[in-house]
């Protein structure tokens, strides 16, 4: 049994992984704004730093691993704050976080990127760039462009960055070769109080009219599934995947493009 960090423990799928990893008999250190251990705010630069610090104390200088799941949804008007919680949510806290997974010698940690990545069209690749180097002004400033649209070109933009971001870290020998497996899920639409306030939003009838060969939504129990696959040693060989657990709209829109 181990010690795992989950961020956005306190709703939607990050909190069907921490009751999973827990009725397994794990330690879990939530991190969100509410209802769990670590109460922290990673939209701030100090909200991340006290994160950073109250779980590696909690830890102890060990995690086995670490379920990346809070996140902001596309919302025009709030850019910046996904960019903050989307991309530096993710990589200040696993960077600062790598010598405790190191010493767990075989840890496993899953970020949440989304299918929005390949689905989304209009992404300026420069504000992506923007994004990987920590420019964020710039990198909003370029979104905003985006007239009518900022908002899921943001979301978007915010998920591809994370995603490049890992699949870099991922083969690295700080990660790869220190034992741990950083790897990416890109879910589809899943039913959480996140779409389901993109639903009662002036771009619902959008989303509900987004191609979807399942027919239905996925639920947080699925995907957390797929998350604890991510987690256990059937993971050892699976270094920077993107897992897509999406209803079929990837394969859909782009059925050759692999
Ligand atoms: P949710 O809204 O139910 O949960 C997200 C959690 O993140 C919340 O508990 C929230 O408080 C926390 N959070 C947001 N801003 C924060 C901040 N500044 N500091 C700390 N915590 C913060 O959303 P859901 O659906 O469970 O999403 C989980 C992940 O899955 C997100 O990264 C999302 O982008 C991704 N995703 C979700 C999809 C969906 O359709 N639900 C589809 C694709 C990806």
Not at 155 to 183: E, F, M, P, Q
Not at 214 to 233: C, D, H, K, N, Y
Request: charge should be positive; aromatic fraction near 4%.
């Amino acid at each position: 049994m181990g010690t795992y960090v989950v961020t956005g423990a306190a709703s939607g799928i990050g909190k069907a992984c921490a009751e999973r990893l827990r009725a397994a008999g794990n330690s879990v250190i939530g991190v969100d704004l509410h209802d769990v251990e670590v109460i922290a705010d990673l939209s701030t630069s100090g909200g991340r730093r006290a994160a950073i610090g109250k779980v590696g104390d909690l830890a102890g200088g060990r995690l086995d691993g670490a379920v990346m799941a809070a996140g902001l949804g596309p919302a025009a008007g709030r850019e910046r704050m996904i960019a903050e919680v989307n991309v530096l949510g993710v990589t200040e806290l696993l960077d600062s976080w790598q010598a405790a997974f190191a010493a767990a010698g075989d840890a496993k940690v899953v970020v949440f990127g989304s299918n929005s990545t390949t689905t989304t069209p209009m992404v300026p690749k420069r504000a992506v760039r923007r994004l990987m180097g920590g420019e964020l002004d710039a990198a909003v400033r370029q979104i905003r462009r985006r007239r009518g649209v900022s908002g899921p070109v943001a979301y978007a933009a915010s998920k591809i960055a994370v995603t490049h971001w890992c699949r870099a870290r991922a083969v690295s020998d700080d990660w790869a070769g220190a034992g741990v497996r950083l790897n990416v899920i890109a879910p589809g639409p899943v039913m959480t109080p996140l779409l389901q306030s993109q639903l009662d939003s002036g771009t619902g009838s959008q989303v509900r009219a987004f191609p979807l060969p399942s027919r239905r939504f996925g639920t947080a129990e699925q995907i957390a599934e797929w998350v604890l696959t991510m987690l256990s040693p059937a993971a050892d060989f699976l270094v920077g995947s993107v897992i897509v657990v999406d209803g079929g709209t990837d394969a859909l829109i782009r059925p050759g493009d692999w």
